[in-house]
């Protein structure tokens, strides 16, 4: 556990709120080139499911976070603690918060697990600490932690653009979802730097997953998944061709990469479909969901005070 300098209290009532943070998925995800910056242009479409991380943020004199998970660090690389010294800094507050991660996402899986933790942080202290931001000053700290972290503020379905920090959003179409995640961790930066500009894409792709979205047919969604990423991804992961075969085999209208990696998805034809489908895949080495998509948003609060 890690945990800061202590500093004074405003008010010697503890209060906690407990958020969940919703997992997303990327029905679609295309490099469009690289940035002066050094980063990729990207056009993806993010989706949240309800696969969720659970906090439980307390009000305290420091900083400290304890997990679950013996794979995320409970120190100063951890997004969610680095999310709360960023936004205590930005409001120039004396608070502190004690954070108690329940891990439910898998790590580095290309769901956006630590980017959905860190804005819970964000949107828990906004309440916590009383700061009354809006999301567009809450989002100027968020993409200081992450190109998907804007995203999980609303969450729900959008479109990314830019670094994928820009977003508007989108309606979506309720979808039921199977995901698979091999049990191994791949690094975002490592997918990133196999790809080439032979993986460039015009954002055509992305385009065809949003007119999907607006005739409401699963099937015509699960028609149009893409993710530029995969080629670069499976080279890493070979895995990931064994998996979306077996979610086909198994019954999926289409199935793709998340994010960068390594989970991929299906889409399924009703939630009953999913579980089977959950089912038939499932072994030993794979972790497997069946999901619902969120409309909502992402992130979720419920404040006591003791």
């Known amino acids: 556990m890690l945990a800061f300098p202590a500093l004074p209290t405003r008010s010697t009532r503890t209060r906690?709120?407990?958020?969940?943070?919703?997992?997303?998925?990327?029905?679609?995800?295309?490099?469009?080139?690289?940035?002066?910056?050094?980063?990729h242009e990207l056009a993806t479409v993010m989706q949240t499911v309800d696969l969720a991380?659970?906090?439980?943020?307390?009000?305290a004199s420091e900083l400290a976070l304890t997990t679950t998970s013996a794979e995320v660090p409970a120190n100063g690389d951890n997004l969610a603690l680095r999310a709360a010294a960023a936004l205590r800094e930005a409001a120039k507050v004396d608070r502190g918060v004690r954070l108690r991660l329940d891990k439910r996402i898998p790590v580095a899986a290309g769901l956006g697990g630590g980017s959905s933790d860190a804005a819970a942080v964000l949107l828990g202290l906004n309440r916590l600490w009383n700061l009354r931001w809006p999301l567009a000053r809450l989002a100027e700290v968020a993409v200081t932690l992450g190109m998907d972290v804007p995203f999980f503020l609303r969450g729900g379905v959008a479109l990314g653009?830019?670094?994928?920090?820009?977003?508007?959003p989108l309606a979506g179409v309720p979808l039921a979802l199977v995901l698979v995640n091999p049990g191994t961790p791949l690094s975002t930066a490592a997918v990133y730097g196999q790809v080439t500009p032979a993986m460039y894409s015009d954002g055509a792709r992305t385009q065809t997953v949003v007119a999907a979205l607006?005739?409401?047919?699963?099937?015509?969604?699960a028609a149009s998944l893409y993710n530029g990423l995969e080629a670069a991804a499976t080279a890493a992961s070979p895995e990931l061709r064994r998996m979306r075969a077996a979610l086909i085999a198994a019954g999926a209208l289409g199935a793709v990469m998340s994010g960068s990696g390594p989970t991929v998805f299906g889409v399924a034809r009703s939630f009953e479909q999913a579980r089977q489908i959950r089912a038939?895949?499932?072994?030993?080495?794979?972790?497997?969901?069946?999901?619902?998509?969120?409309?909502?948003?992402?992130?979720?609060?419920?404040?006591?005070?003791?």
């Not at 958020?19 to 910056?37: F, H, I, M, Q, S």
């Not at 830019?162 to 508007?168: P, V």
Request: with cysteine.
């Open 280 to 306: 038939r895949v499932a072994r030993a080495s794979w972790g497997c969901w069946a999901v619902r998509t969120v409309s909502g948003p992402a992130v979720r609060m419920r404040a006591s005070n003791v």
């Open 161 to 168: 653009t830019g670094r994928g920090e820009r977003i508007a």
């Open 53 to 59: 991380d659970r906090l439980v943020l307390e009000d």
């Open 214 to 221: 607006r005739t409401r047919k699963p099937a015509r969604v």
């Open 16 to 39: 906690r709120l407990t958020v969940t943070a919703a997992a997303k998925v990327n029905l679609a995800l295309e490099v469009l080139g690289k940035r002066p910056d050094g980063y």
